[in-house]
């Protein structure tokens, strides 16, 4: 996972800790607590946004007890050239383990206006990037050329059943120890929630109306949060869109079986796209060919490594995964696939490998996505997990294992489950929500995207049809992007269709030329530009999304 975080001004929030409201964890009904009143510091420029921070308990149900969090804030204000101000609108990446510090600029690119009637609010949740504490664990947990995923072994299962464990040790005595109790998704729109409480407050002293509503821009896991936040505080819904969704139902072990499957169809449609452009990749115009080749060549690297014996078929996988989870970069990566096979060049997918995943701020984005991940919901038993994975890799092997020891560590991990939220819909009544999802997204199958639309009965879906790329939407696609604007603008959805079925159908981001192969990143579409869509993009990419 790929990340950059935002540099944010350190500034001091003294808020009162007296109380606060209190969810049950048993009910999820919404409880009045001991007063509680947050705060948000003076806002202070910091490059093209302004920042702050935020103060909120460690723990809320002992919010007394002098244990803290500092969220890491930034703002883009609204332009009151735009016309009349609507309110905040919160944006997360998505993950878990994204910094949302970054995203505020990301109104600038949807259509027309609307968006800029808004303050645009990004954050780093609890453990993430700027806000402290920040969870890291091990940053060189990753390597080179690591044993293979598949354990055809004994030995070779017992490595990483150690290893995976290993991370969760280490985990477990970092300075941020104490976080790992509280990092559920709970937590996190109960932060959100507080948040909103603090910019209510802020509001007269701005000269601002007072935030009764919350609004939210969610990406890919941030769906999740989202829809988290709309079940505990139903009645502050204000507009939400919710791209590349996650499934409440099967979030999460049962989603990473899905995903499993769906990435391994998507290798294969990339291999057919590399095939139909034979004159550029001269790899064959079979993609089942090539595909055949790649499993031959995971052998081969077992044994002999390239990259100065680097990459072996773990990074090769890690490398070639961002081709199933979006198209923006096929081109570059159909270039440096190319280079292996024919040239025998693992540089350029060694580089792509560790670009995402080694170093310090990919360290803290894993160990938050398996800090929310393992207290959200408890993981099977090793037995189940071995058994389960070894179903799913008979059919669809590209990532069986990978994304199995990605989630190990929580087998082991040392804070307990919260269990997960259950989403329902009730008290949203038809309360408008836009969800928006490719359908062949494999990071969130589309599947997800069709059951919370039937739990959110105002909601409406829209496709991009035969699209393969996760979480994509400002990319450019006109009959996506202008929904987007009007529903911020308005409130307006696409009409409700009736069935289990989208309510409008777009096209997919399109494809890149494969002439653009050997270039850093293929610029496809208009939209968000592609050092911030690379950026964007680099959260996401890890197990859920």
Request: one cysteine or more; aromatic letters at 10%.
């Amino acid at each position: 996972m790929k990340r950059v975080v935002a540099a944010l001004a350190a500034v001091v929030l003294v808020g009162s800790l007296a109380g606060l409201t209190n969810v049950a964890a048993a009910s999820d009904q919404v409880k009045a607590g001991p007063a509680f009143t947050p705060t948000v510091a003076a806002w202070k420029n910091c490059g093209d946004l302004q920042c702050s921070t935020l103060t909120v308990p460690m723990d809320y149900a002992h919010p007394d007890n002098g244990k803290t969090v500092k969220l890491a804030i930034t703002r883009l204000a609204a332009d009151p050239l735009a016309g009349a101000y609507a309110g905040i609108m919160v944006v997360n990446p998505g993950g878990p383990g994204g910094a949302g510090t970054p995203y505020p600029v990301l109104r600038e690119y949807v259509p027309g206006t609307a968006a800029k009637r808004y303050d645009w609010i990004g954050f780093d949740p609890r453990g993430v990037g700027a806000s402290t504490p920040a969870l890291h664990c091990n940053a060189n947990y990753f390597g080179n050329n690591r044993p293979n995923f598949v354990p055809k072994t004994k030995k070779l299962k017992a490595y990483w059943f150690k290893k995976t464990a290993g991370y969760a040790t280490a985990c477990s005595k970092s300075t941020a120890k104490d976080l790992l109790p509280f990092m559920t998704t709970r937590d996190s729109a109960r932060d959100m929630e507080t948040l909103r409480q603090a910019l209510h407050d802020a509001a007269p002293a701005l000269n601002k109306p007072a935030v009764e509503k919350f609004n939210f821009y969610g990406f890919s896991y941030g769906t999740y949060l989202g829809a988290v936040y709309a079940t505990l505080y139903p009645s502050k819904v204000g507009r939400f869109v919710l791209d590349g969704v996650v499934d409440p139902a099967r979030y999460w072990y049962g989603s990473n079986f899905d995903q499993s499957k769906a990435f391994d169809k998507n290798i294969n449609i990339f291999f057919r796209w590399m095939a139909k452009h034979d004159k550029v990749f001269h790899l064959g115009k079979n993609g089942s060919k090539i595909r055949a080749g790649y499993n031959k060549l995971l052998k081969k690297l077992d044994k002999h490594p390239k990259a100065g014996g680097r990459l072996g078929p773990d990074e090769l996988t890690d490398a070639m995964l961002s081709a199933g989870y979006y198209v923006y970069d096929w081109a570059s990566i159909g270039s440096a696939y190319s280079k292996l096979v024919r040239k025998g060049q693992g540089y350029p997918l060694y580089s792509m490998y560790r670009s995402g995943n080694q170093g310090a701020d990919n360290d803290n984005g894993y160990a938050v996505y398996l800090g929310v991940q393992c207290t959200d919901q408890r993981r099977p038993s090793k037995g189940k997990q071995v058994k389960d994975t070894w179903r799913v890799h008979k059919k669809a092997p590209f990532l069986a294992w990978d994304n199995t020891w990605y989630n190990m560590p929580c087998l082991t991990w040392r804070a307990p489950s919260r269990g997960k939220v259950p989403i329902t819909g009730a008290g949203l009544g038809a309360t408008k929500i836009l969800l928006i999802s490719e359908t062949k997204d494999a990071a969130t199958p589309y599947s997800g995207a069709l059951n919370l639309r039937n739990i959110f009965k105002g909601s409406a879906l829209i496709a991009g049809v035969g699209g393969t790329t996760h979480a994509g939407s400002l990319s450019g696609v006109a009959c996506v992007d202008n929904r987007i604007a009007s529903y911020l603008a308005t409130g307006a959805l696409p009409t409700r269709q009736s069935g289990r079925r989208s309510d409008l159908n777009c096209p997919a981001v399109p494809r890149p030329p494969a002439s653009s192969a050997g270039r850093s990143t293929a610029k496809v579409s208009t939209g968000v530009p592609t050092g911030l869509r690379a950026l964007l993009t680099g959260t996401q990419r890890i197990s859920l999304g």
